[in-house]
């Protein structure tokens, strides 16, 4: 048990403080007329600008076609946790079926609390500090791929079609939440999701995302916000305004995947929540434009033939 109370007291501090900054710079974002209120000649203008809610996110088919020449720059490595004392290897790695030509690596508790204290001594105590292993989980997948590179998936996903593509295209991919669920349900545009996510070994970004681990470590929050989806997208929104010339292609770059590759669906119950949010009359164009979007007849239709993995 940690006994770091006044580290944890000046941790937390912190922690409130760039939370509430944060929370701040969420209110530039709801709408174009806000924006216009906000800082325009500082650093912190571009990160405002670069997390606006005043554009409607669009995604490109970058993927689809030819599988690109030259070297792969993601390795063919797969990283799983396993949360059960007996091992099934041969059972999880039917289930995100990837072929012979990927190293397949379970990681049991056990094996994932020895990875960090043997690679990542500074962060160990802040790892052994999380109340819950939910953060653990969270924090190790960017410690694991920093150190070996390769993809990490969540139990449960199943691969549709090889990742090649992706693989050989980029030197660091995440995968996003519906547009819709992350502008309603989070009021946050273009949210990213590590459910699902590949680097190349020691990329800078997961660097940034390890160094800055014990800073949010006492953030009065839940997981996501701590070690997760917020805290992710959070660092690559300013990761990406501090980088102007910075291109997804680059091997210090960073892409967000479209949703459609990796979410054929959103729940059923997601969508009544968000048209429920719908209703109110205090809503930015971007939130109607997402509210419009729902109620489309064709809206959360399965899309196999752009999907590269699902849940199930």
């Not at 056990?110 to 960090?116: C, G, M, P």
């Not at 917020?230 to 210090?252: C, G, P, Q, R, W």
Request: with cysteine; proline share 5%.
């Amino acid at each position: 048990m940690r006994r770091l109370e006044t580290l944890d007291i000046l941790l937390g501090a912190l922690s409130l403080c760039t939370w509430i900054v944060y929370t701040k710079v969420d209110n530039c974002f709801l709408s174009q007329e806000i924006m216009s209120a906000c800082p325009t000649n500082s650093q912190f203008s571009k990160r405002l600008k670069a997390n606006a809610l005043d554009e409607i996110p669009k995604d490109l088919n970058y993927i689809d076609g030819p599988q690109t020449n030259g070297k792969i720059r993601i390795p063919k490595i797969m990283h799983q946790f396993l949360n059960k004392k007996v091992v099934n290897t041969s059972a999880s790695k039917n289930m995100i079926n990837v072929d012979s030509s990927w190293k397949y690596i379970e990681w049991t508790r056990e094996k994932r609390n020895t990875f960090v204290h043997e690679k990542f001594k500074d962060i160990a105590p802040f790892y052994d500090g999380y109340r819950k292993h939910e953060f653990r989980d969270e924090a190790i997948r960017y410690m694991i791929l920093f150190e070996l590179g390769g993809v990490y998936a969540d139990s449960g996903w199943k691969m549709l079609r090889p990742l090649d593509n992706i693989l050989h295209k980029f030197a660091c991919f995440f995968g996003q939440v519906w547009h819709e669920e992350s502008i309603l349900t989070f009021h946050i545009p273009r949210l990213a999701s590590d459910t699902l996510m590949g680097c190349q070994r020691s990329h800078p970004f997961l660097k940034i995302l390890i160094e800055n681990l014990p800073s949010f470590y006492s953030m009065p929050a839940w997981a996501p916000a701590s070690t997760g989806l917020y805290y992710v997208t959070f660092h690559y929104k300013h990761y990406i305004a501090d980088n102007d010339n910075l291109t997804s292609e680059n091997d210090n770059g960073v892409q967000l995947l479209p949703p459609e590759y990796f979410f054929q669906q959103i729940p059923q119950k997601t969508i009544t929540q968000m048209k429920k949010k719908c209703e109110s009359n205090e809503l930015s164009g971007v939130q109607k434009w997402a509210c419009a979007s729902i109620y489309r007849p064709e809206f959360n239709t399965k899309a196999p033939n752009s999907s590269f993995a699902v849940r199930i």
